[in-house]
C-alpha cells in the first residue's frame, strides 16, 4: 500500500444567468461565463479529505483517469518508474 497522501477536494460552482439556463461544455466556459461574459458566479469548496492510495486509486478510476495518473497499480500500490 502506498504511504503517501492523497487529497480529494470537492468544489461547487454556482452560475446565475439571465433569460436562459446556463449550458457549459468544460470548466474554462464556466470561468470565462463568470469572469468576462454575462453571468454571475461563486465557488466554494465543500470539502477536502485525504485519501489512502487504494481510495486514490478508486476516485482516479471512477472519473475515467488511469490508476499510473499518481504512478498507482489498481490496488492503490506505488509503483516503480
Do not use: H
Not at 487529497?7 to 460552482?13: D, E, G, L, N, R
Amino acid at each position: 500500500m502506498s504511504k503517501r497522501n492523497f487529497y480529494k477536494t470537492v468544489i461547487q460552482v454556482e452560475v446565475l444567468c439571465e433569460e436562459s439556463p446556463f449550458e457549459w461544455d468544460d470548466l474554462n466556459s464556466v470561468a470565462y461565463a463568470i469572469n468576462s461574459g454575462e453571468c454571475s458566479g461563486s465557488v466554494r469548496e465543500i470539502s477536502t479529505n485525504r485519501l489512502t492510495g487504494a481510495e486514490a486509486a478508486k476516485a482516479l478510476q471512477a472519473q475515467g483517469s488511469g490508476t499510473e495518473f499518481f504512478r498507482l497499480d489498481a490496488d492503490g500500490n506505488d509503483v516503480e518508474d
